[in-house]
């Protein structure tokens, strides 16, 4: 991971998924920008609890078996900047809300 020491406030993990036009992004967040976790395992804890809420609307009726089960996130570590944005290890850079 590429990082400036003196801009960096704390490290953390991201929630990413793979797009098409613009590749690895980070893909959780609130009205404050992007969710930071504290560990990793925290990050695996929300991708199970949003599949589980996806497998919970399949069940109900409400999604289809392949969009239920298909789990296209993952999490890296990522570094968190005086200026809210934060960096990867391939180097990308996000603001601090997403756009």
């Known amino acids: 991971m590429s990082e400036d020491n003196s801009s960096i ?3 953390g993990f991201c929630i990413y998924i793979d797009t098409f036009c613009q590749g690895p992004v980070p893909t959780v967040s609130d009205q404050n920008g992007y969710s930071i976790f504290e560990t990793e395992l925290e990050a695996q804890k929300e991708i199970v609890d949003n599949m589980m809420t996806r497998l919970q609307e399949f069940l109900d009726g ?4 392949e969009d239920a089960i298909t789990v296209e996130e993952y999490v890296l570590p990522v570094f968190v900047h005086s200026d809210g944005t934060i960096t990867d290890a391939d180097g990308n850079c996000f603001s601090p809300r997403p756009e």
Do not use: F, I
């Open 62 to 65: 409400e999604r289809d078996y």
């Open 9 to 11: 406030v704390r490290k």
